[in-house]
T-cell receptor, first 114, second 109 residues
């Protein structure tokens, strides 16, 4: 089965450090989402790409977060500098255009900022 | 709010019983999707229903959509312990895929 691959699986970092999370969407999927999940806020949409172009990143704190798709096989989410409140599980999801069967999620990156 | 809102927040049932979860929303939608999340894992897509559809089935899952009331329900029949998970509805329309807070389902063997 095709999978969305996220790396790293777990990341512990100190406050102030840069964090980069990577996502490999399923080949042929042109829509990519980044979500953040916490107990308090649930699933928050951070960024949304179609054909590598960012369409919506209104949910992302612009001063420290950035999301890019350098090519069709890689999406990145960077936090610089990281803060303890960024601790969460970050999910990437991908899907084809005109989705008929929903989107495929990766297993997530669990980020802990100490 | 442009997200769906699931109800109840938590549900506990005995194995073999049916489980019903509801989702309400406030905006116009293109489609509504249901996802399952097992503890510590990513979300898994269960079923998608378009705005012009009223009902859809997939195995033990039945989803209904009432566009006039802006609500959807997910029915899991003959539940199993393995159905224990959180269930989320997500809508697409004016915004991309936006999720509610989910319903935590516990199926007791």
């Amino acid at each position: 089965d095709a999978r969305v691959t996220q790396t790293p699986r777990d990341k512990v970092t100190e406050m102030g450090q840069e964090v980069t999370m990577r996502c490999q969407p399923i080949l042929g999927h042109n829509t990519v989402f980044w979500y953040r999940q916490t107990m308090m806020q649930g699933l928050e949409l951070l960024a949304y790409f179609r054909n590598r172009a960012p369409l919506d990143d209104s949910g992302m704190p612009k001063d420290r977060f950035s999301a890019e798709m350098p090519d069709a096989t890689l999406a990145t989410l960077k936090i610089q500098p990281s803060e303890p409140r960024d601790s969460a599980v970050y999910f990437c999801a991908s899907g084809p255009d005109g989705v008929l069967d929903g989107y495929t999620f990766g297993s997530g990156t669990r980020l802990t900022v100490v | 709010s442009q997200q769906g809102e699931e109800d109840p927040q938590a549900l506990s049932i005995q194995e073999g019983e049916n489980a019903t979860m509801n989702c309400s929303y406030k905006t116009s939608i293109n489609n509504l999707q249901w996802y399952r999340q097992n503890s510590g894992r990513g979300l898994v897509h269960l079923i998608l229903i378009r705005s012009n559809e009223r009902e859809k089935h997939s195995g033990r899952l039945r989803v209904t959509l009432d566009s006039s009331k802006k609500s959807s329900s997910l029915l899991i029949t003959a539940s199993r312990a393995a159905d224990t998970a959180s269930y989320f509805c997500a809508i697409t329309g004016n915004t991309p895929l936006v999720f509610g807070k989910g319903t935590r389902l516990s199926v007791i063997a």
